[in-house]
């Protein structure tokens, strides 16, 4: 039986025995159309990127002269600077280590295995080379339990971060610290996995935790730094440290700042592209100065730019005729990139269902499960490469003894080894590297998919170089096809275009691939899509993140801003009791709370149902039953509250606010019961006075936005006064004051409610924002998406011609599923 049709209520009305339709479900995010969708969750929330226009901050700005601004600007500089710097050192650390654990690792192994050879004691070698890989990989999965977010690349999450997602415990330093050191575990202990992603997401944490100079982990970091005390100066930061870790990890600097701009960040300006570039490049050259003074023992010569480098694409000096590709070629490189992009496809489906395996049959069991699970990886892979390496590899003399078989040199090799690999060994090679680094990516360690999508595409184009030269007898340069393999399937599997392309020029420091790379990119992208999203969406979704796409589709016009927003609102006054304020905060979620006044004006041609407004009447009646479950909820949180006088005030209401009995209509009861004063008092009022239903629910003038962070600073600070007195004598809050605690604000349950006087008045209009971007009713949705995408809003008033607010949008009402539950519950209507 479905529920009430009439209902506008976010709670369930429905009565016992009752179902919501699969509309309702879905919209409201407890099930999806297929029963494996995973709908975005509704416990995750934005960042705050749009400005707070309140007083305090408008006496900051007025106070700034053209010295104090341009040393804002220089202190800003600084901290691109240092950030780059920073995230270059990070790199350093990272790289070192790796190549010290396994130099370590294969010395032991390799001296085993050459007397073995003759001894015929390889499976003692090959349990010493699984001691070593099963510790590292045990090392990196703990750090994982300690803090779980250090699992897998993290661009995923920093994406959704950059797209205005805050995700608990992303931009930690306990989250730093357990990524930093547990890649370079993952990657020593042999499992398919790279070091660049991990990076990239290193480089986020430092760009948000440095220009704050505290810690939440360690609490004894806690300088006084008054500038960028705000999610849009940290999101700013953000960009630029993620950019940073591009650029140190594949030496890219142009690609790190497109990255940077293309996977996440939804807001976007001239001034922010200059400084996250400068940011890449001092992370580009302090990875490339002390890598070359390490390794060669030339300082200043700046000879590696990055962790990954492809090195030089050239013919041997003998060969006249040789040349690096040909416009022949390009046809090749587009079939390539059909195939590139099913392979990718296959590897993002067969990927979805592990992840959605493990969210079902081992997330919810014991934390060790996750690490039995990574060890039995490192325990396959190991098994598997050493049978593999002796059974079907073919020994050759390295030509850097320093390389220690990192998956970097096998990249390399492919690029640039002389002669041809064996088509058997290639297959073999591709088809358990694709299978295993498939499997790995979502284990519990930290981990990046660069390396392996470039090995495995690398080894699919040297694949097709031989049997282009051996079968059809074909001129071309080997090298080239394993580029453009290696592009055709990453871009496959991550669908990245535009940055990806730079980063592949950048790294192989030759313009001339441009146009190759660029095309297979574009066609591996075009064939994925037809399948399924990049690896990192399909990842965003299943954790349920509710990511803003660039735009949404054409038929999403159907529908405007009254049909997508959220109509029943909890709002606050201007001047509003201290009770009225702490219920507010104890029985609700909300994050911001629109500040009103109750239109007189207005109130009687509301109730005629003036043409002026009359649009809005529909909204009016999901108002009424709103606010009579809101009533309900207060009063329950009010009888706690360590006041008589205040709990003497609920009882007097107790008659009103009783659950509305089986079959009752629960705004006739409103109507009938209109002596029930509303629990938001104007301080001239008291709870006893007696109002009409039309003074009661009269229309509600917007005035601005208020946040709860806000709400509870000013409770905690005591800034409030008496009945008897003026607003001025209200204490005032200075910005510096307002932003001391940020990121954490303190909670509505951590204040002593015994402190406080409930009688007290609370004006809040000098901490609000008084002009909030706001929309009419009637906008289209892909105005409201791209106001609210751009612009990297949290809260999205809808205000009507006269000023009166019947809504509000978050990011939840803009997701896709969302807007397509809505839109089919439009068209059913219609």
């Known amino acids: 039986?479905?529920?009430?049709?009439?209902?506008?209520?976010?709670?369930?009305?429905?009565?016992?025995?009752?179902?919501?339709?699969?509309?309702?479900?879905?919209?409201?995010?407890?099930?999806?159309?297929?029963?494996?969708?995973?709908?975005?969750?509704?416990?995750?929330?934005?960042?705050?990127?749009?400005?707070?226009?309140?007083?305090?901050?408008?006496?900051?700005?007025?106070?700034?002269?053209?010295?104090?601004?341009?040393?804002?600007?220089?202190?800003?500089?600084?901290?691109?600077?240092?950030?780059?710097?920073?995230?270059?050192?990070?790199?350093?650390?990272?790289?070192?280590?790796?190549?010290?654990f396994s130099k370590i690792k294969f010395t032991v192994v390799g001296d085993s295995v050459e007397k073995c050879s003759d001894k015929g004691c390889l499976p003692l070698s090959l349990l010493e080379l699984l001691a070593f890989n099963m510790t590292f990989v045990f090392i990196a999965s703990v750090l994982v339990l300690i803090e779980p977010v250090a699992a897998g690349s993290g661009i995923p999450e920093i994406k959704s971060y950059l797209n205005g997602v805050k995700i608990p415990g992303i931009v930690r330093l306990r989250t730093f610290l357990c990524k930093a050191a547990g890649v370079l575990f993952s990657v020593a202990g042999g499992l398919f996995v790279g070091k660049e992603g991990p990076l990239i997401h290193?480089?986020?944490?430092?760009?948000?935790?440095?220009?704050?100079?505290?810690?939440?982990?360690?609490?004894?970091i806690k300088l006084h730094f008054p500038y960028f005390r705000s999610d849009r100066d940290k999101r700013d930061f953000v960009s630029a440290g993620t950019a940073a870790g591009v650029a140190a990890a594949f030496g890219a600097p142009i690609g790190g700042t497109l990255f940077s701009l293309e996977e996440g960040s939804s807001f976007w300006n001239q001034a922010l592209t200059w400084k996250v570039?400068?940011?890449?490049?001092?992370?580009?050259?302090?990875?490339?100065?002390?890598?070359?003074?390490?390794?060669?023992?030339?300082?200043?010569?700046?000879?590696?730019?990055?962790?990954?480098?492809?090195?030089?694409?050239?013919?041997?000096?003998?060969?006249?005729?040789?040349?690096?590709?040909?416009?022949?070629?390009?046809?090749?490189?587009?079939?390539?990139?059909?195939?590139?992009?099913?392979?990718?496809?296959?590897?993002?489906?067969?990927?979805?269902?592990?992840?959605?395996?493990?969210?079902?049959?081992?997330?919810?069991?014991?934390?060790?499960?996750?690490?039995?699970?990574?060890?039995?990886?490192?325990?396959?892979?190991?098994?598997?490469?050493?049978?593999?390496?002796?059974?079907?590899?073919?020994c050759r003399d390295l030509s850097s003894p320093t390389t220690h078989n990192t998956t970097e040199a096998a990249i390399h090799q492919l690029f640039h080894q002389e002669g041809t690999f064996s088509p058997v060994t290639l297959s073999v090679f591709f088809l358990l590297y694709f299978l295993l680094a498939c499997w790995t990516y979502g284990v519990s360690v930290p981990s990046g998919l660069f390396v392996p999508s470039l090995l495995c595409g690398a080894a699919f184009g040297r694949l097709v170089a031989n049997i282009l030269k051996v079968k059809l007898g074909m001129d071309i340069y080997s090298g080239t096809f394993a580029l453009i393999g290696a592009a055709a399937f990453l871009g496959g599997v991550v669908r990245m275009t535009?940055?990806?392309?730079?980063?592949?020029?950048?790294?192989?420091?030759?313009?001339?691939?441009?146009?190759?790379?660029?095309?297979?990119?574009?066609?591996?992208?075009?064939?994925?899509?037809?399948?399924?999203?990049?690896?990192?969406?399909?990842?965003?979704?299943?954790?349920?993140?509710?990511?803003?796409?660039?735009?949404?589709?054409?038929?999403?016009?159907?529908?405007?801003?009254?049909?997508?927003?959220?109509?029943?609102?909890?709002?606050?006054?201007?001047?509003?009791?201290?009770?009225?304020?702490?219920?507010?905060?104890?029985?609700?979620?909300?994050?911001?709370?629109?500040?009103?006044?109750?239109?007189?004006?207005?109130?009687?041609?509301?109730?005629?149902?003036?043409?002026?407004?009359?649009?809005?009447?529909?909204?009016?009646?999901?108002?009424?039953?709103?606010?009579a479950g809101e009533q309900r909820r207060r009063c329950q949180s009010m009888k706690s509250y360590p006041s008589s006088e205040l709990r003497n005030v609920c009882d007097e209401q107790n008659v009103v606010v009783e659950p509305a009995e089986e079959g009752e209509d629960l705004l006739q009861q409103m109507l009938e019961r209109r002596h029930a004063p509303y629990p938001n008092l104007y301080p001239d009022q008291s709870p006893s006075e007696e109002w009409t239903m039309e003074e009661r629910f009269r229309p509600l003038t917007f005035h601005g936005l208020i946040l709860r962070s806000q709400l509870v600073n000013l409770l905690i600070r005591g800034v409030c006064y008496a009945e008897h007195q003026s607003s001025a004598t209200q204490p005032r809050l200075s910005y510096a004051e307002t932003t001391e605690d940020y990121p954490r604000y303190p909670d509505i349950h951590d204040l002593d409610l015994a402190l406080l006087n409930p009688r007290m008045i609370v004006d809040v209009t000098p901490y609000m924002n008084p002009c909030p971007y706001a929309v009419s009713p009637n906008t289209h949705t892909s105005q409201v998406f791209n106001l609210f995408r751009t612009m990297g809003l949290r809260h999205l008033p809808v205000v009507n011609a006269v000023g009166e607010i019947v809504g509000i949008i978050t990011r939840h009402n803009l997701t896709h599923e969302f807007l397509v539950a809505k839109l089919r519950q439009h068209s059913i209507t219609i």
């Open 1 to 100: 039986m479905a529920c009430c049709g009439n209902c506008f209520c976010s709670q369930c009305c429905c009565r016992e025995g009752e179902t919501r339709t699969p509309e309702e479900l879905t919209i409201l995010g407890e099930i999806g159309d297929d029963e494996d969708e995973i709908l975005p969750r509704k416990d995750y929330e934005s960042l705050d990127y749009d400005r707070c226009i309140s007083e305090p901050y408008v006496e900051i700005v007025e106070g700034m002269d053209n010295k104090k601004a341009k040393k804002y600007e220089a202190v800003r500089w600084l901290m691109m600077f240092a950030i780059g710097v920073t995230v270059g050192l990070v790199g350093l650390f990272v790289d070192f280590f790796v190549r010290l």
């Open 202 to 220: 290193s480089g986020a944490i430092v760009g948000a935790g440095l220009p704050q100079f505290q810690s939440i982990t360690i609490k004894r």
């Open 277 to 394: 570039l400068f940011c890449s490049m001092s992370a580009t050259f302090t990875l490339n100065f002390f890598r070359s003074g390490i390794n060669f023992n030339k300082w200043g010569s700046f000879q590696l730019p990055g962790l990954l480098n492809f090195g030089e694409f050239k013919c041997s000096d003998g060969e006249k005729s040789c040349h690096l590709w040909t416009a022949v070629d390009l046809a090749f490189f587009v079939l390539m990139g059909v195939v590139g992009g099913l392979l990718g496809a296959l590897f993002n489906c067969m990927n979805t269902i592990l992840a959605k395996y493990r969210i079902k049959h081992i997330h919810p069991k014991a934390k060790f499960v996750r690490v039995l699970e990574s060890l039995l990886v490192a325990m396959v892979t190991t098994v598997v490469i050493f049978a593999a390496s002796i059974l079907l590899g073919e």
């Open 498 to 627: 535009i940055s990806l392309t730079v980063i592949l020029i950048e790294s192989t420091n030759e313009i001339t691939y441009g146009l190759p790379i660029m095309i297979t990119l574009m066609v591996a992208k075009w064939t994925g899509d037809f399948f399924n999203k990049g690896i990192y969406d399909i990842h965003i979704q299943l954790r349920g993140v509710p990511l803003l796409e660039w735009e949404t589709e054409v038929e999403m016009d159907k529908l405007t801003a009254s049909d997508i927003m959220e109509p029943n609102l909890t709002y606050v006054y201007p001047h509003t009791r201290v009770q009225s304020l702490v219920s507010i905060l104890r029985t609700t979620v909300y994050n911001a709370f629109p500040v009103v006044t109750e239109n007189r004006q207005n109130e009687r041609d509301f109730m005629k149902g003036n043409i002026l407004v009359s649009n809005n009447i529909r909204f009016k009646k999901s108002s009424v039953v709103s606010r």
